[in-house]
């Protein structure tokens, strides 16, 4: 299972556009990229899925370069709602045990009025 | 989406006892569940797989015989700490895959999460 890196914290005001990076250097071939974010006393929640380039969805955007060895998680105009910790997952989701996902240690992002 | 619902959401129990946690998948079938474990400010761990109709698949040092898991149907999966001490303490997280015709998705949902606190 690939190992991913991501920055401990990261601090923002409302409005602004956050990007996370992730680095996983060693994803594999069938390997996908997935963050998840999680509020206080609360499960995982998914937010966004990609394989290679880019992802839109109604919450946030993925962008994946060509080597794939690192992932950015952009959240638009974000709210002090958005104060969560963002995990960056990776693995080969295509079935059964496979789904098994290693959480890191995840980004805390504290969004400030 | 896909519901995953954890009970009790918050259990309290003296050191010696056994406390059982549920997983249900509510809308949705789940040959496998996971279980993770989360200590306070830290990531989540995962402790095993559990699956349906078969015995569960623990992660490295996680005791299978302290952390029973069983998976006998479809849509339940039960976590039961036997014997907890206070360092069993911690906010016990539950997931499940959503599979649509015969394909995973790759979408995780989780439950809400047990707090499990001994005395």
């Known amino acids: 299972l690939a190992k991913t890196t991501q920055p401990i914290s990261m601090d923002s005001y409302e409005g602004q556009e956050v990007n996370i990076t992730c680095s996983h250097n060693?994803?594999?071939?069938?390997?996908?990229i997935t963050w998840y974010q999680q509020f206080p006393s609360q499960g995982p929640r998914f937010i966004i899925q990609?394989?290679?380039t880019k992802v839109t969805n109604e919450v946030a955007s993925l962008f994946i370069p060509a080597d794939r060895k690192s992932s950015t998680l952009s959240l638009p105009r974000v709210s002090l709602s958005d104060t969560a910790v963002y995990y960056c997952?990776?693995?080969?989701?295509?079935?059964?045990?496979?789904?098994?996902?290693?959480f890191g240690t995840g980004t805390l992002l504290a969004v400030q009025p | 989406g896909a519901v995953v619902s954890q009970h009790p959401s918050r259990v309290i129990c003296k050191s010696g006892t056994s406390v059982k946690i549920e997983c249900r998948s509510l809308?949705?079938?789940?040959?496998?569940m996971f279980w993770y474990r989360q200590f306070p400010k830290q990531s989540l761990m995962l402790m095993a797989t559990s699956n349906e109709g078969s015995k569960a698949t623990y992660e490295q040092g996680v005791e299978k015989d302290k952390f029973l898991i069983n998976h006998a149907s479809l849509t339940l999966s039960t976590l039961t700490v036997t014997s907890a001490h206070p360092e069993d303490s911690s906010f016990y997280i539950c997931?499940?895959?959503?599979?649509?015709?015969?394909?995973?998705?790759?979408?995780?949902?989780f439950g809400e999460g047990s707090r499990l606190t001994v005395l």
């Open positions: 809308d949705f079938q789940a040959t496998t």
């Open positions: 990609g394989y290679k």
């Open positions: 997952l990776v693995g080969d989701i295509r079935g059964g045990a496979t789904n098994k996902l290693i």
């Open positions: 997931s499940a895959g959503l599979t649509v015709q015969g394909r995973v998705t790759g979408e995780l949902f």
């Open positions: 060693n994803i594999a071939t069938n390997d996908y």
